[in-house]
């Protein structure tokens, strides 16, 4: 940089200068410099490096979006000044009577009175661990949870002004000195270090601070008033007076407001308030029974599925990890699956994790290393080769000529993937077998969640325990059936927790009235227990433990906020070593030490050294061999605690450099998981980044059939696109994520669902906006299929000429092939049979398999040469053509199921069950009818064709007889419909009653 020696000039350190310019220490080295590297650069005189590394700090202040790496600490504790949101206990001591003292007293002598009065304060305050952040006058602003968090701020601050009531009151002065104090606790962001010394302050933002004022100000001489916040924190710990509620000034709303009275004296915190306790490894012995239960049966071939409930730290992946050590020596093979809650939406996401762990893939590892690695890897299931290459595109690995070539139709893929995923686990099961676990199912994605419901489908006779588990808010779809079983993980029993600290401390020496602390202030919640017991043992002295066994102040309060404060002290501890915990937890859950080195930018020891400094606090699991290791958060807790430190221009900051360090770094993530840096870039609010990869995400996860999750990905491209800035470059991303989630709600929806009209009106406004007149074919065919499947056929013919007179103009194959499509399907409904039939025989010449088949996904979610046959078929039976019709019928069907495509394939079904229902021919009908129920329960997909299906069978259940049976099925199907708004089965109702009323022997001229 030119301006270096003008920067060391201006900090009376030039002499530094050639040092720094042969190092190569230029602008975007020199943010990154630490205290050890300027000990390198010659820069041995203490006060220099502290010069330096404030004035590296402005730097990094003046350019937020500059290299990210934190000044770290000095031997002596030099900290960093940045500013972050905390968890703060703020408390607010005021001297009572200070405007009478000072018209009685002489002011030296009420000076006296007032610095010994803030002295007072200051050691006591001090002696609690909180922190003196302004005088002011005869008041003071103190925080306890800031620049160092305890695991019981609150409960220190309360403790400080019950002892600063004690204190007061013994100083010398002409009459006894009181003092009014208020505390409350919320979360706060706090600023730099301003001034030093006694007038030393941090800025401090937030309704908090002003909270606490007000409390003192109603509070009585000698009397702490603390908000409800702090009130949930202390639970028993001491006794209150409950004030009511209050107005305050300045306050919205009423604030309920208590009185500390004393310290409680209740002997045990967990008797008083919970009678039994939760989860973990220890105190399980009746879970772990039942779970060693469902193996023995699972081993005998009789599988199993186990459902672990519980709430967030209670210890399910303990259970799991108990169970695992049980049956450690007996053979058997081990699956597990990790979901994440960054990758709700991405499709596999733990399937592959499994499959990349198995098979041991790293991320320097070449294509050709990897697919060998997973040839050895399936190799041992003798996995046929056409499976191979499916589970090689799974993993998105090339076909370097290995594997035959796969069915060029995505959802063909998808279901012979799914099944190719069910025969692994069948051939894994006939050679050992097989536990298989499932973590933090309430995270998982829609694809992920089908194949594990596949699974249970089949265990029942495999030799595979399958245990799965999740928070209670996720409503998992399993239960109920035979070989499932229900477990709901309670809360510890007070002596399992104690068994649990003994394991823990193992030979050292943990004092009992210490041992005892966090036996009761854990309240059964394992995860508590151990942060808590963590924090003891990393204490300093047994005074310094003493303390930190008060981790956890109340037994009333929710997990995740009295974890929170644990884990932050625990993070303060760590020095440099914290910002590498918050920028992985801005990448997220898990993470690699390759994508934590391309946004740091640090050297490779330093990043180790650091990582292993996380390692040994426990707050990270690591996977492989540095430095090509990945990293996981021991808990999702963890990770928030980490990430909710960072203001928000840090965090927009963070992601986008997180977001380009994987564009450049990880192209294959963008390829393969474009949601990934979607997320990154929408948390940077880089919306036009944003937009592109939400769209690149839905279309693949639509490619795929992974329909909600190619929902989900487009409306947050939606939500984005308003953002961006150029009306033009707008309405053309619009229009690019309307036009691929059209399609996909035909599927999931129906084709009159409004959703679809919207999304289609829009589409069609911003064509205009855009001025892209390529995609109105595309616009101007979906609002046709609106109005043909609502039987609007008028307003659907009258854009028949304007679809054919775009795809003339245009010269384009498949556009004249889709108003042939179009046409044939209005025809057939007028009816204009001859007519119909021309657009057939025309569509029909025009269709190419292998340029044409991609196109179901563009217009309307079928295949154009099965809604030909179909539709033929219902032509052919009125001209006087059954068996024509009937097997033109039939074999619509056998071509959407070698499609393997679920949409193409209801349809075909339904319109078959009509064909033979018109035709008279009542067992068919019924079977092609059930048939497309059953499809469409399979896949979640088009309830309007499902209610079709439904009310053809109950023609059928009718005709047999079964009268009522039938008519109540009808009815049903009929009220299923109703809702979507659809209109061509309409006429298949009347047919039905018709047919009911003469009877099925009639012919189809009836």
């Known amino acids: 940089m030119d301006d270096l020696g003008s920067w060391l000039r201006e900090l009376g350190l030039e002499q530094y200068e050639t040092a720094f310019r042969e190092n190569e220490i230029d602008d975007v080295a020199l943010p990154n410099l630490t205290a050890d590297d300027l000990k390198d650069l010659g820069v041995r005189i203490v006060g220099h490096r502290r010069r330096l590394l404030n004035a590296i700090a402005a730097l990094r202040a003046s350019n937020p979006l500059g290299p990210l790496t934190a000044v770290p600490l000095e031997d002596d504790h030099i900290g960093k000044d940045v500013a972050e949101r905390r968890q703060v206990t703020v408390m607010f001591s005021d001297l009572v009577g200070s405007t009478a003292l000072s018209v009685r007293l002489d002011p030296e002598d009420l000076r006296e009175i ?204 303990r259970l799991s990890a108990a169970l695992m050590d049980e049956i450690a020596a007996e053979p058997h093979t081990r699956l597990r699956y990790f979901c994440s809650p960054q990758h709700t939406d991405s499709a596999l996401y733990s399937i592959i994790g499994q499959f990349e762990r198995a098979a041991v893939l790293v991320h320097s590892d070449t294509p050709q290393a990897k697919l060998d690695k997973l040839d050895a890897l399936l190799a041992q299931t003798s996995t046929s080769r056409q499976d191979a290459a499916l589970l090689a595109e799974m993993l998105s690995l090339p076909n370097d000529g290995r594997y035959p070539a796969l069915e060029p139709i995505p959802e063909q893929r998808r279901q012979k993937m799914l099944a190719a995923l069910g025969l692994q686990l069948e051939a894994l099961a006939r050679s050992s077998p097989v536990l298989m676990i499932v973590e933090d199912a309430h995270w998982a994605d829609p694809t992920s969640l089908e194949v594990f419901g596949r699974a249970m489908d089949r265990i029942a006779s495999l030799r595979v325990l399958l245990i799965v588990t999740f928070r209670p808010e996720f409503d998992g779809p399993w239960v109920g ?159 928030d605690t980490a990430y909710g430190t960072l203001l928000r221009d840090r965090r927009h900051a963070l992601h986008a450099r997180i977001a380009r360090a994987l564009e450049e770094t990880f192209p294959d993530v963008a390829a393969i998981q474009p949601e990934v840096l979607a997320h990154h870039f929408t948390e940077a609010e880089l919306a036009e980044k944003a937009v ?114 775009v795809a003339r103009q245009s010269g384009d194959r498949a556009f004249l092939l889709q108003a042939h499509h179009a046409a044939w399907t209005t025809l057939v409904h007028l009816p204009e049979l001859t007519a119909c039939r021309t657009h057939l025989e025309a569509g029909l010449a025009l269709y190419r398999p292998d340029a044409h088949r991609a196109h179901m996904f563009l217009y309307g979610g079928h295949d154009a040469a099965v809604c030909n046959l179909y539709t033929s078929a219902a032509t052919l039976w009125p001209l006087g053509f059954p068996e024509q019709a009937r097997a033109t019928a039939h074999k619509a069907v056998s071509m959407a199921r070698e499609l393997s495509h679920p949409f193409s394939l209801v349809l075909a079904l339904v319109w078959a069950a009509m064909t033979n229902q018109h035709l008279g021919e009542v067992e068919p009908a019924q079977e092609q009818a059930e048939a497309a129920v059953a499809v469409c329960a399979e896949h979640g997909i088009a309830p309007h064709l499902a209610a079709a299906g439904s009310i053809l069978r109950g023609w059928a259940v009718a005709a047999r007889g079964q009268t009522m049976e039938g008519i109540a099925e009808i009815h049903r199907g009929l009220a299923a419909i109703e809702p979507t708004g659809l209109g061509f089965v309409v006429p298949t109702i009347l047919h039905c009653w018709l047919k009911l009323r003469c009877g099925p022997e009639k012919s189809s001229t009836d």
């Open 114 to 317: 007032i610095s010994a009065y803030q002295r007072c304060v200051a050691d006591t305050v001090r002696r609690f661990g909180g922190f003196l952040a302004k005088y002011m006058g005869d008041g003071v602003l103190i925080y306890f949870g800031y620049p160092t968090a305890h695991e019981d701020d609150a409960e220190r601050a309360i403790r400080a002004s019950l002892a600063l009531i004690d204190a007061v009151a013994t100083l010398t002065a002409p009459e006894p000195l009181q003092v009014r104090i208020g505390a409350a606790t919320g979360t706060v962001v706090v600023g730099d270090l301003v001034g030093s010394g006694e007038t030393q302050e941090r800025g401090i933002v937030g309704e908090t601070p002003n909270l606490a004022a007000r409390l003192q100000g109603i509070a009585e001489p000698n009397t702490v008033v603390i908000a409800e916040a702090t009130r949930r924190l202390l639970g028993s710990l001491f006794e209150l007076r409950d004030l009511g509620p209050r107005e305050l000034k300045g306050i919205a709303g009423p604030v309920k407001a208590f009185a500390v009275v004393r310290t409680s004296f209740v002997e045990s915190r967990f008797d008083a308030m919970h009678a039994s306790g939760l989860t973990a490894h220890v105190g399980r012995e009746e879970e772990l029974e039942l779970l060693l239960r469902r193996w023995a049966r699972a081993k005998a071939g009789e599988g199993r599925v186990v459902l672990l409930s519980g709430e967030a730290g209670i210890g399910k992946s």
């Open 481 to 639: 059936q035979s070989h499932v079983t229900m477990l709901t993980i309670n809360r510890l029993a007070e002596r399992d927790v104690g068994t649990m600290i003994d394991r823990m401390v193992g030979n050292r020496l943990l004092p009992a009235d210490i041992r005892r602390e966090i036996v009761e202030r854990t309240d059964g919640v394992p995860l508590f227990a151990e942060e808590m017991t963590k924090a003891v043992l990393e204490a300093g002295s047994e005074t310094e433990a003493m303390q930190a066994a008060a981790a956890i102040p109340s037994p009333a309060l929710a997990v995740p906020a009295s974890l929170h404060a644990s884990l932050m002290a625990r993070l303060d501890r760590l020095g440099p070593a914290k910002e590498l915990a918050q920028i992985g937890a801005a990448i997220g859950r898990e993470f690699s030490q390759v994508l934590l080195a391309a946004v740091l930018r640090k050297s490779e020891p330093e990043l180790a050294s650091g990582l292993d400094r996380l390692m040994q606090a426990g707050l990270l699991f690591r996977n492989g061999i540095p430095p090509h290791a990945t990293y996981l958060f021991k808990h999702a807790l963890v990770q």
């Open 692 to 805: 592109a990869y939400w769209l690149a995400a839905g279309q693949r996860a639509a490619e795929r059939s992974a329909h909600a999750e190619s929902v989900a990905h487009l409306y947050k491209g939606l939500a984005l696109v308003k953002r961006v800035a150029d009306p033009v470059e707008r309405a053309r991303r619009e229009l690019a994520l309307q036009l691929v989630l059209a399609p996909v709600l035909f599927a999931t929806k129906s084709y009159s669902a409004p959703e679809v009209e919207q999304a289609y009106l829009r589409a069609r406004d911003l064509c205009q906006q855009a001025g892209d007149g390529a995609q109105l074919f595309a616009v101007n065919w979906g609002l046709w299929l609106i109005y043909q499947q609502r039987c609007e056929f008028k307003r659907a013919r009258d854009l028949l000429d304007g679809l054919f007179e």
